[in-house]
């Protein structure tokens, strides 16, 4: 059995991560809705759940303009 959930890779970023990078609950939310929201206007129709908070970090990088 795998110590880390399969779905926190390193390729994917969730709010909890955001939040320990030092930005405040609310603001880790609306990123990763905000993110969730370009995936779906491309056509990625799994991140249409609500209470899904893993996305790929590219995306949080496109919208943060930064590195993380």
Do not use: C, W
């Not at 990078?21 to 249409?48: C, K, W």
């Amino acid at each position: 059995i795998p110590a880390e959930p399969l779905f926190r890779s390193k390729d994917t970023i969730s709010n909890k991560d955001l939040i320990s990078m030092g930005y405040r609950p609310s603001t880790a939310n609306a990123i990763i809705h905000q993110a969730r929201d370009i995936l779906v206007s491309r056509g990625y129709t799994f991140y249409e759940r609500k209470r899904l908070m893993v996305v790929p970090k590219s995306i949080v990088k496109e919208l943060l303009g930064m590195e993380l």
